[in-house]
């Protein structure tokens, strides 16, 4: 089993930054790779982006791509996600995910094994 838990959401601004963590226990030499999801009230969970397990591949979904950047710590068992220029359409909860197969690379909710509790991201105009 792999636990995620996510930090650093909160309330801002249009255009300001803001960098969500996801701290990774257990069994984490079993995941292939990690990613965001996001889901927006009334709508479904959504892809945000993913990465390896060494760091050396990612993929963004294309509302976010060029504003936010996924990264890694494994020393850390961290994942980050430096989200900049942030929209009111990102306004979300933002969930860290991991999968322990190479369909993670689908962007499928389906693909993930493993969720955190999700931390709320709200971007006022």
């Known amino acids: 089993q792999v636990q995620l838990v996510e930090s650093g959401g909160g309330l801002v601004q249009a255009g300001v930054s803001l960098r969500l963590s996801c701290a990774a226990s257990?069994?984490?030499?079993?995941?292939?790779?990690m990613g965001w999801f996001r889901q927006a009230p009334g709508k479904e969970r959504e892809f945000v982006a993913v990465?390896?397990?060494?760091?050396?591949?990612?993929s963004y979904a294309d509302s976010v791509k060029g504003r936010f950047t996924i990264s890694r710590d494994n020393a850390k068992n961290t994942v980050y996600l430096q989200m900049n220029s942030l929209k009111p359409e990102d306004t979300a909860v933002y969930y860290c995910?991991?999968?322990?197969?190479?369909?993670?690379?689908?962007?499928?909710?389906?693909?993930?094994?493993?969720w955190g509790q999700g931390t709320q991201v709200t971007v006022s105009s």
């Open positions: 990465i390896s397990w060494s760091g050396s591949s990612t």
């Open positions: 995910a991991g999968g322990s197969r190479a369909t993670i690379w689908s962007g499928m909710v389906r693909a993930y094994d493993y």
């Open positions: 257990g069994r984490t030499s079993s995941t292939y790779g």
